[in-house]
């Protein structure tokens, strides 16, 4: 007989173990969850660098206040906490042009507008919780290969294993290049930007104060986000640098004086001056769209549905939301006695999520493209539009609430 559970989750990166633990703490507990990941998932380490694993890699996360309360709700906040950087501020530039603002979370009575994680610690803290709870069933190091759709649910084959297992719901969290979504024949609408990121982490010389840079240039938009200091008080930043590719590669590549002072160029000296680069990396940019989400036993989730230009931050954030959001239907569509692969209480999930994806989608987007644009009155516009969030207070509060992720009601955050 076919090993069955109520659901199966392909893919055990960030978004993955983010779904097993929201799932596992809102859902029945009779409820049977079933993790599946190709690597082996890295035993937790206690103040140590974490093991490496491929989906907590050297990037570091900006997690928005919204995703602080999801975290919350799935009880992992207080042990990720340690870990995190609280962005108290954000300044906003455009190189060479007089336009920039500064956004504050105390006028907006938040701790933190953000906070940002190094990858490998948010997953030292999600594998952490997963392990220590034992609520979800894992196969690690095991893959989903295929998938056929079933009477009531899903078949799915496994990677070396001849025994089939059913699911009465697949969520399919393999990340942008899912060969799961591929095999299932749903269709990816894809947008190459003609650019790569280059992240790596940065010494400075000045402190940071929490306060985070995002500064758009000739080339394209560069972040560099606070971490915490190293144990010898060392200060330094995620650095996320969007250029062509052949400048990445060059970048990526030559010695540490000629990239440092290539971007200080660019960056200036508001954190005084660069001192060190860490390991550099660089990647293409797509805006990759799934042209499905939901099927009858099958949800699209992650990466794997919408992976966003890093610009604004939000990729990882909106899928947090979209976690959120599926835990609620599912637990409202359980205790009505639904079975959690049925069509119609999937298609709730995607019409409650539909106008904060697009929104999101249609922000990481634009934003790029807007400040590259070389248009002289373009570029005008823009100087007006950042110079009037400083003097447009009610303007400066709802960027403030998109860039957060959260909405807000009689003056309270709320998810």
């Known amino acids: 007989m076919p090993e069955s559970y109520d659901i199966v989750i392909a893919g055990g990166g960030m978004v993955g173990v983010s779904l097993a633990l929201q799932l596992g703490a809102v859902l029945p507990a009779e409820t049977s969850i079933l993790l599946v990941e190709g690597f082996p998932l890295p035993a937790p380490t206690a103040g ?31 042990d990720l906490a340690q870990w995190v950087c609280a962005i108290e501020s954000i300044h906003v530039s455009s190189r060479g042009r007089f336009g920039s603002t500064l956004l504050h979370a105390g006028d907006h009575r938040w701790p933190a507008l953000g906070y940002v994680v190094e990858n ?74 003609q650019q790569h990121a280059l992240v790596a982490n940065i010494a400075f010389a000045q402190p940071h104060r929490g306060c985070a840079y995002e500064r758009f240039t000739d080339e ?23 250029l062509p590719p052949e400048r990445a590669q060059h970048l990526r590549d030559c010695p540490p004086p000629e990239f440092l002072h290539s971007l200080q160029q660019r960056f200036g000296y508001r954190l005084g001056r660069l001192l060190r680069v860490g390991e550099r990396h660089e990647y293409p940019l797509a805006l990759v769209q799934s042209s499905e989400q939901v099927r009858q036993g099958i949800v699209v989730m992650g990466n794997a549905a919408h992976a966003l230009h890093p610009v604004a931050g939000q990729g990882f954030n909106l899928a947090l939301r979209d976690v959120a959001e599926l835990g609620r239907v599912l637990r409202e569509g359980l205790e009505a006695g639904r079975q959690p692969g049925e069509l119609a209480l999937l298609q709730r999930y995607q019409r409650r999520q539909h106008a904060d994806q697009q929104r999101t989608i249609a922000f990481s987007d634009r934003v790029p493209s807007l400040f590259m644009h070389a248009d002289p009155l373009l570029g005008m516009g823009r100087d007006l539009a950042l110079a009037g969030l400083d003097v447009l207070p009610g303007l400066k509060r709802e960027f403030v609430r998109h860039a957060a992720g959260v909405a807000v009601s009689g003056g309270q955050a709320s998810g």
């Open 48 to 78: 140590q660098a974490p093991a490496y694993h491929p989906a907590f890699d050297a990037r570091s996360t900006a997690l928005s206040y919204s995703s602080r309360l999801v975290y919350e709700q799935m009880g992992v906040w207080d």
């Open 120 to 193: 490998a610690w948010l997953g030292n803290a999600l594998i952490h919780a997963l392990r220590q709870r034992d609520r979800v069933a894992l196969r690690c190091p095991a893959k989903v290969v295929s998938a056929t759709p079933l009477n009531g649910g899903v078949s799915l084959q496994l990677e070396g294993d001849t025994a089939a297992v059913t699911a009465g719901l697949l969520l399919v969290a393999d990340g942008a290049a899912s060969g799961l979504r591929d095999c299932l024949g749903v269709a990816v609408n894809e947008k190459p930007y």
């Open 220 to 242: 394209g938009p560069l972040a560099i986000l606070p971490l915490l200091p190293t144990r010898d008080g060392e200060q330094r930043g995620a650095l996320v640098w969007t």
